[in-house]
């Protein structure tokens, strides 16, 4: 969607071009307020996949820390990323303090992909509300009138390319090609790859970890459950180019051949 204000002149607004669209970024959750310490865990990701994180835009949250460092300290981790080889481009969206914070460091605010960050916190419903609300049907006798329609999946049917990202929100993914190298494909459910998966999948984007990927070859860079993920550097040799299942057990991924 293009941005232009229309008392500007045309020769003016042709030497650029404004647009939203969806860009993959990772968030970094700094739950230790020691530069060094920062510094040394994301060296370790850094090195496990370099072509997937080496200079990779993240944003930095600070919302898992008890509380704010002061700016210097702030400005010290943020050193510690670019150190370990990632380029830090904003913060994550929090509260006032955040909103203060970046402007003082000039950094954007950027909203963090909710995948297995958070869900919404359940409402407290008052009594004078659960009075007012109807029965529950009886399960053997259904109400048309309160039937919920099924979620349909969002089909793709064309190939995802390198630098294309494809989301299914509230829905399956249903993907009829392949996802090249450098592409992403994400899911609030599952994940369904009719063709090679070259490149990333994310399933269960909003944190369900019933969710699973299902692949015709797997050949991913990387693959994620509800936020546990697993760079593939170097494919397992029992499983490269082979049509697979992808799930999340007692908090680790597991990969089993179809």
């Known amino acids: 969607m293009s941005t232009r204000p229309a008392a500007a002149p045309a020769e003016v607004l042709e030497a650029a071009d404004l647009r939203f669209g969806q860009v993959g970024i ?12 920062l510094r040394a865990s994301l060296e370790v990701r850094v090195r496990e996949a370099p072509s997937l994180f080496e200079r990779a835009p993240v944003v930095v949250d600070l919302s898992f820390l008890s509380s704010q460092p002061p700016d210097a300290e702030v400005a010290a981790l943020l050193d510690a990323v670019r150190t370990a080889g990632m380029m ?4 994550a969206y929090g509260d006032s303090a955040t909103d203060e914070l970046s402007r003082r460091l000039g950094l954007p ?14 409402r407290d419903v008052p009594a004078s509300e659960k009075a007012s609300e109807p029965a529950a049907s009886d399960p053997a006798t259904p109400n048309a009138s309160s039937s919920v329609a099924p979620t349909v999946a969002l089909q793709h049917r064309q190939p995802v ?4 990202q494809v989301y299914a929100q509230g829905s399956d993914l249903v ?3 392949t996802v090249a190298n450098g ?8 994940i369904h790859i009719y063709g090679s998966l070259r490149g990333r999948a994310f399933a269960g984007a909003l944190g369900d970890t019933s969710t699973r990927i299902f692949c015709s070859e797997f050949r991913a860079e990387i693959v994620s459950i509800a936020g ?11 499983f490269a180019g082979r049509s697979v299942q992808i799930w999340l057990d007692a908090g680790k991924l597991q990969i089993a051949a179809l």
Do not use: C, M, S, W
Not at 228 to 238: D, I, N, Q, S, W
């Open 26 to 37: 990772a968030n970094v959750r700094v739950r230790n307020a020691d530069p060094e310490a």
């Open 88 to 91: 830090p481009v904003g913060l």
């Open 109 to 122: 605010l950027i909203a963090k992909f909710r995948a297995a960050y958070e869900r919404p916190e359940p």
């Open 161 to 164: 390319r390198t630098g294309q």
């Open 175 to 177: 993907v009829t090609g």
């Open 183 to 190: 592409a992403e494909v994400l899911a609030d459910g599952n």
């Open 228 to 238: 546990h993920y697993r760079v593939f550097e170097e494919l397992p040799k029992e």
